[in-house]
């Protein structure tokens, strides 16, 4: 399984509260935030990773580029980019062709239940994507994910308000294959940006998407969140 990650923003507001280090590298457990996810893809079967981070995170680049050093399966994209779209659509130009998997770097979850949805979609042969929704519902702007049952969980729409019933949010988790890539062409070329409009897209163009529900992701948005994060790995 290829991995990618989009580490490009700017964690301006973890900034404001205090927090000294960029994101990425906010330590959770031992382990910065960034380089558990490597250290999970890794465990999971990685034949690359490959992380987009902007142009100012220098701090970020050369823990990077050091891990690079001594693991030829780590990539680095450092591209500054107005929208999580805009670094999923700079990653699809390095990125392998057929099946891959792609977070935020802020996302958080157990390792056990991301081995579980990625062993499910390297098994699975009829869908073009399998997004990892959770019925926790934490994020401050969540995108609500509509399913034709909670037997098949078939993707049928993704709404930014609740619809009535709704029982899943996106957990900032994709797999997916270069499919995707042509409906992520035509958003950039229509002007389109933020990742949930490419997800609404990837319905309106009838590629076929399942979820596979985790019982809690969570976000690292402020301060307080981090130490959220360490009790609930913990």
């Known amino acids: 399984m290829n991995y990618a990650i989009i ?13 000294a280090l960029p994101k990425p590298l906010v330590d959770l457990n031992g382990e ?17 990773v490959t992380i987009i981070i902007n142009e100012f995170m220098t701090e970020v680049r050369q823990h990077l580029e050091r891990l690079a050093a001594g693991n030829p399966l780590l990539r680095l994209v450092v591209k500054t980019t107005p929208s999580s779209m805009h670094s999923l659509w700079e990653l699809s130009k390095v990125l392998p062709r057929g099946k891959f998997c792609l977070t935020t770097v802020d996302t958080i979850f157990h390792e ?7 062993a499910a979609f390297e098994a ?25 049952s909670d037997t098949t969980m078939n993707i049928t729409a993704f709404r930014d308000k609740p619809w009535g019933g709704e ?20 958003c950039i070329e229509a002007g389109q940006s933020r990742m949930r409009n490419f997800q609404r897209a990837l319905v309106d163009a009838g590629l076929h998407l399942k979820a596979f529900s ?19 790995l913990a």
């Open 7 to 19: 580490a490009a923003g700017e964690g301006s507001r973890l900034a404001q509260e205090g927090v």
């Open 32 to 48: 910065p935030m960034i380089e558990r996810l490597i250290n999970i893809f890794m465990r999971c079967n990685a034949e690359s």
């Open 112 to 118: 056990a239940d991301f081995a579980r949805y990625i």
């Open 124 to 148: 699975d042969s009829e869908h073009d994507g399998l997004w990892a929704v959770t019925p926790f519902i934490d994020d401050e702007k969540p995108l609500y994910v509509e399913v034709d």
């Open 167 to 186: 029982k899943y949010v996106s957990g900032g988790i994709y797999a997916m294959t270069d499919a995707a890539f042509p409906v992520l062409d035509r």
């Open 214 to 232: 985790i019982s809690k992701i969570i976000d690292v948005d402020h301060a307080a969140d981090i130490e959220t994060a360490r009790q609930f």
